[in-house]
């Protein structure tokens, strides 16, 4: 298996809360990303990052926020969690030589 | 834009029957991808296309880069229960090689 791991694996909070999701790799890998699946949209891009400190947004960015001090954290904030934002996360990393992505076991949260 | 439309979003079919699933964009993509995610998982790689044309084979799927670049297609052959899953395919946009997308997926149900 791919070290990656995610935490929490399940989180329910309420709505207006800040949340806080963590990826953590242990393969050095340069890119690492975070994803939400939803039914009928597949997985997602939220945010990804291509270095320490070095982050862009995908499509569905707003209401989310990361940050990535450490080449092994890539850590994805919901600052103020809404229900829309009940989902599962998916973390996945990526080597600089590797097309292939490295998925997380995923974190089921739910905003009530 | 750089969105993925994957096709069909899901097919029953009976053991042993064939099955083809097709992923189509608007821009250009450098790689395709063709993943499987089984319940509670995060998504694995099957496949993975490098060059228009490219055509791969793993075991009983088979996989097209189109020549366009703005497709791919990926075959199951002798389908068996253990093909039961959601299939993915992602790609790597040309005109950002760091960023990563994903089709909405398609969800396939074997019949014994």
């Known amino acids: 298996d791919a070290g990656i791991t995610q935490s929490p694996r399940h989180k329910v909070t309420e709505t207006g809360t800040p949340v806080t999701l963590r990826c953590h790799q242990t393969e050095n890998h340069r890119y690492m990303y975070w994803y939400r699946q939803d039914p009928g949209h597949g997985l997602r891009l939220i945010h990804y990052?291509?270095?320490?400190?070095?982050?862009d947004k995908g499509e569905v960015s707003d209401g989310y926020s990361v940050s990535r001090s450490k080449t092994e954290d890539f850590l994805l904030t919901l600052e103020s969690a809404t229900s829309s934002q009940t989902s599962v996360y998916f973390c996945?990393?990526?080597?600089?030589?590797?097309?292939?992505?490295?998925f997380g076991q995923g974190t089921r949260l739910t905003v009530v | 834009g750089q969105q993925l439309n994957q096709s069909p979003q899901s097919m029953f079919i009976q053991e042993g029957e064939d099955v083809s699933m097709n992923c189509t964009s608007s821009?250009?993509?450098?790689?395709w991808l063709w993943y499987k995610q089984e319940p509670g998982e995060g998504p694995v790689l099957l496949i993975a296309?490098?060059?228009?044309?490219e055509l791969t084979s793993n075991g009983r799927l088979t996989a097209q880069f189109g020549i366009t670049r703005k497709d791919s297609f990926l075959n199951i052959s002798a389908s068996i229960p253990s093909d039961v899953g959601i299939y993915f395919c992602?790609?790597?946009?040309?005109?950002?090689?760091?960023?990563?997308?994903f089709g909405a997926g398609t969800r396939l149900t074997v019949k014994p």
């Open positions: 296309l490098y060059k228009a044309g």
């Open positions: 821009s250009i993509f450098n790689t």
């Open positions: 996945a990393i990526r080597s600089s030589s590797n097309t292939e992505a490295f």
């Open positions: 990052s291509y270095g320490v400190k070095d982050t």
């Open positions: 992602a790609g790597q946009p040309s005109l950002n090689n760091n960023d990563m997308r």
